[in-house]
């Protein structure tokens, strides 16, 4: 089975400062994964996507993540962080064979942004 | 272009009432899903479907009905509410097809904040 953990549920950092929102899976086979953000009283929207190719994926509002096969990570990252990021981060995970049609979501990281 | 409306954004019920929660999108997509969202717990599915009349069991289907009378309608039933059903529900939808060509990127509904006394 798979699973996603996200290290830490809550992240605070000073505005203009870098983040980084670390996520694992665990999977023996080849996975798709996602980050997804949730802003205060809004669904989730997605942030950025690797499915294949170059293992650095450039996602909207400044925000990187790279995949790691080989320590199963996909942590994402923004070198200077605004207010406006604060928000709720999920990690997901699709594995790429078999029948499931449905994405492995994390606990999420609450990342808040001070002044 | 609303994208995916869930309706209605916030309901109180007694337990053992019943409701039903209204998704609809305006996309065209195929695959539909319902989640349920947790302190600390992330979301998990707890029914979807691939198309029109289909349904399919997620990860926490228990107490939950669905119908998917109309391609862009996706309907989330309770017909006894229990206070573990607390919860705020989103509903997502997406194209379908092909994961690797990124077919299946879900568009997320605002939730719907369901409290049962």
């Known amino acids: 089975a798979q699973s996603v953990t996200q290290l830490d549920s809550q992240v605070p950092v000073f505005e203009e400062a870098p983040v980084e929102l670390r996520c694992n899976y665990s999977s023996s086979v080849s996975v798709y994964l996602f980050w997804y953000v949730q802003y205060p009283n809004q669904g989730l929207q997605l942030l950025l996507k690797?499915?294949?190719?170059?293992?650095l994926v450039k996602g909207i509002n400044g925000f990187e993540a790279e995949f790691n096969k080989s320590q199963t990570s996909f942590h994402l990252r923004k070198p200077s962080v605004h207010i406006s990021d604060t928000a709720e981060y999920f990690c997901a995970v699709r594995v790429f064979s078999g029948s499931a049609r449905q994405l492995t979501f994390g606990s999420g990281t609450q990342l808040t942004v001070l002044p | 272009n609303a994208g995916v409306t869930q309706t209605p954004k916030f309901r109180v019920l007694k337990t053992g009432q019943s409701m039903t929660l209204l998704c609809a999108q305006d996309?065209?997509?195929?695959?539909m899903y319902w989640y349920r969202q947790d302190p600390g717990m992330g979301l998990r599915l707890i029914h979807y479907?691939?198309?029109?009349?289909?349904?399919a069991k997620g990860e926490v289907p228990d107490g939950y009905n669905v119908s998917r009378l109309k391609k862009q309608n996706f309907l989330l039933g309770l017909e006894s509410a229990a206070p573990s059903q607390t919860s705020v529900y989103f509903c997502?939808?997406?194209?379908?097809?092909?994961?690797?060509?990124?077919?299946?990127?879900?568009?997320f509904g605002a939730g719907s904040r369901l409290t049962v006394l």
């Open positions: 690797y499915l294949s190719g170059s293992t």
């Open positions: 997502a939808s997406s194209r379908g097809g092909d994961w690797s060509s990124g077919a299946n990127v879900l568009t």
């Open positions: 479907s691939v198309g029109e009349g289909t349904t």
């Open positions: 996309m065209n997509h195929e695959y």
